[in-house]
């Protein structure tokens, strides 16, 4: 099976820019072959219960503004699947969930940022479902769990947010201010210890325990899509970091692979 992924997309412009991520997206689809369809959990589609798109050709969403004009003539029509977002339903109502499905729902830029680059001819199903910024880490990998029988199907199943995410900090930091400060190092060298010890107890409670959690993350919705990737690989899984940059040194870029069997 495939293993789940935890991509940090970055800002919109990364599809423009000569950068270590965007360098590392390219090589996702030689690394992880071509998959029947992908399920991308984006940060950017908040939502109060589980909602996931059923179209037959995915919009492009451009939900961003004062970016280069080039950006927003970017357009990744990449098919739907209904089907696949009748089974995600299905696996997750089954689990519980309140889920619900968006005929009208296209790609934000958490999903095709990554997409356009790893798999530019927008040739593979791509099915988007949302996160709910307000229920925290443990129900989103509950919500991973359900959709564990996906990977079996041939689904790549890509959570899609950010390491780090603290924007005023990214605009605001003074000019010149130097590397990564040690707010930001130390909240992502303890997330990736915990990670790589499959501490699940712990990450779910990374807000009280890690680091720095608030400062890095002063709303959760970039990090609950790896939680949704975690859960989807096993209930004990072993995370692999595929990926390690930054952005403005205070966004964190670290992308992971999920898969069964603990190391810790």
């Known amino acids: ?102 005929t009208r729902r296209g790609l934000d830029h958490g999903a095709w940022v990554p997409l356009i680059v790893a798999y530019p ?38 959570g899609s947010g950010g390491f780090t995410h603290n924007l005023y900090e990214y605009f605001h930091a003074p000019a010149g201010a130097g590397g990564e400060p040690e707010w930001v190092t130390s909240f992502a060298d303890w997330f990736g210890r915990a990670l790589a010890e499959n501490r699940v107890d712990d990450l779910v409670r990374y807000r009280e325990i890690a680091p720095y959690a608030e400062k890095n993350h002063p709303t959760e919705e970039h990090l609950l899509p790896l939680y949704v990737a975690l859960g989807a690989a096993a209930e004990q899984p072993h995370a692999q970091c595929l990926h390690q940059s930054s952005a403005g040194a205070v966004v964190r870029l670290d992308a992971y692979a999920f898969s069964e069997g603990a190391t810790g």
């Open 1 to 102: 099976m495939l293993p789940t992924l935890f991509l940090s997309h970055g800002a919109p412009d990364l599809v423009i820019s000569d950068c270590p991520a965007r360098d590392f997206f390219r090589q996702l689809a030689t690394a992880f072959g071509r998959p029947k369809a992908i399920l991308a959990v984006s940060a950017h589609w908040e939502t109060a219960e589980p909602a996931v798109n059923a179209v037959e050709v995915n919009a492009t969403v451009h939900d961003f503004g004062g970016f280069p004009e080039a950006l927003y003539a970017i357009e990744y029509a990449a098919p739907g699947s209904p089907a696949l977002a009748q089974r995600v339903f299905a696996l997750l109502t089954q689990a519980g969930f309140p889920a619900r499905i968006d």
């Open 121 to 158: 001819d927008a040739d593979i199903p791509v099915v988007q479902l949302s996160v709910q910024p307000r229920l925290g880490p443990a129900h989103h990998l509950a919500v991973g769990r359900a959709l564990k029988p996906l990977r079996e199907e041939g689904v790549l199943i890509i």
